[in-house]
C-alpha cells in the first residue's frame, strides 16, 4: 500500500487539506468509533477549532521551529502526517532546545503497511539530530502508542492532564535522553 505513498515536507498550499487530515485523524482516533472519549460537545468543538482550525495549521507550518511532513498517496490526497518541535511538555526536567513529537496520525485504509514506521523515523531521525532529550505526550489509554514508543527507547517519566477545552485527558510524559 504504500508503494504509492509519496512523504515530504507540508507546505502552505496543503493547508486545507492538512487541517482537515489532522481533523479527521482526531475524530477517528478518540472519537465514537476509537477510543469513544465522551468530550463535552461543547469543548471538543472550541479544542477542534483551536487545535485543527486553517489558521493554527497555517501558524505552525510557517514556524521554522515546528516540521511537519505528509504523505500523500497516488491521487494527490494526505493519508498521514507527523508534527514535532520544540517541547512544551509540563516535566521539570524539560529544558528549551528540548524536541517533542506532537503528533503521528494516518487514516485507518493505511495503517499497518509499515506508513506509521517510516514517519516515526523521519520525525525522529530528526529530532535526534537537534542533540536534545525527546518528549511525547501519550494518553495514558493508548497502548499501543506507549508500546511503539518505548521500542523506540522511551520511557514513561511523568503524568499531566491535556486539556481538550475544559475535559482533562490523563496523559504520559514519555521521554528519550
Same mark, same amino acid.
Given at each position: 500500500?504504500? #508503494?504509492? /505513498?509519496? /512523504? %515530504?515536507?507540508?507546505?502552505?498550499?496543503? !493547508?486545507?487539506?492538512? +487541517?482537515?487530515?489532522?481533523?479527521?485523524?482526531?475524530?477517528?482516533?478518540?472519537?465514537?468509533?476509537?477510543?469513544? !472519549?465522551?468530550?463535552?460537545? +461543547? =469543548?471538543?468543538?472550541?479544542?477542534? +477549532?483551536?487545535?485543527?482550525?486553517?489558521?493554527?495549521?497555517? %501558524?505552525?507550518? #510557517?514556524?521554522?521551529?515546528?516540521?511537519?511532513?505528509?504523505?500523500?498517496?497516488?491521487?494527490? #490526497?494526505?493519508?498521514?502526517?507527523? *508534527? /514535532?518541535?520544540?517541547?512544551?511538555?509540563? *516535566?521539570?526536567? $524539560?529544558? =528549551?532546545? =528540548? &524536541?517533542?513529537?506532537?503528533?503521528?496520525?494516518? %487514516?485507518?485504509?493505511?495503517? &499497518? +503497511?509499515?506508513?506509521?514506521?517510516?514517519?516515526?523515523?523521519?520525525?525522529?531521525?530528526? @529530532?535526534?539530530?537537534?542533540? $536534545?532529550? !525527546?518528549? !511525547?505526550?501519550?494518553?495514558?489509554?493508548? @497502548?499501543? #502508542?506507549? *508500546?511503539v514508543y518505548a521500542g523506540r527507547g522511551f520511557e514513561i517519566v511523568g503524568e499531566y492532564r491535556f486539556a481538550v477545552g475544559d475535559w482533562r485527558d490523563e496523559e504520559f510524559i514519555m521521554r528519550r535522553k
Open positions: 500500500m504504500t #508503494a504509492s /505513498i509519496t /512523504i %515530504r515536507p507540508a507546505s502552505a498550499a496543503d !493547508i486545507p487539506a492538512l +487541517a482537515a487530515l489532522k481533523l479527521h485523524c482526531f475524530r477517528d482516533t478518540f472519537g465514537p468509533t476509537g477510543f469513544a !472519549i465522551p468530550y463535552p460537545p +461543547a =469543548d471538543l468543538a472550541v479544542f477542534e +477549532a483551536d487545535s485543527y482550525g486553517e489558521p493554527t495549521v497555517a %501558524r505552525e507550518l #510557517a514556524d521554522s521551529t515546528h516540521c511537519t511532513w505528509v504523505a500523500q498517496d497516488g491521487d494527490g #490526497a494526505l493519508v498521514a502526517y507527523v *508534527h /514535532i518541535g520544540p517541547s512544551k511538555l509540563p *516535566h521539570p526536567e $524539560r529544558e =528549551d532546545g =528540548d &524536541g517533542e513529537l506532537y503528533q503521528l496520525y494516518l %487514516r485507518r485504509e493505511v495503517q &499497518g +503497511a509499515g506508513l506509521g514506521k517510516q514517519l516515526l523515523d523521519l520525525a525522529l531521525e530528526e @529530532l535526534t539530530s537537534w542533540g $536534545r532529550p !525527546i518528549w !511525547i505526550g501519550v494518553w495514558q489509554g493508548n @497502548l499501543k #502508542a506507549q *508500546h
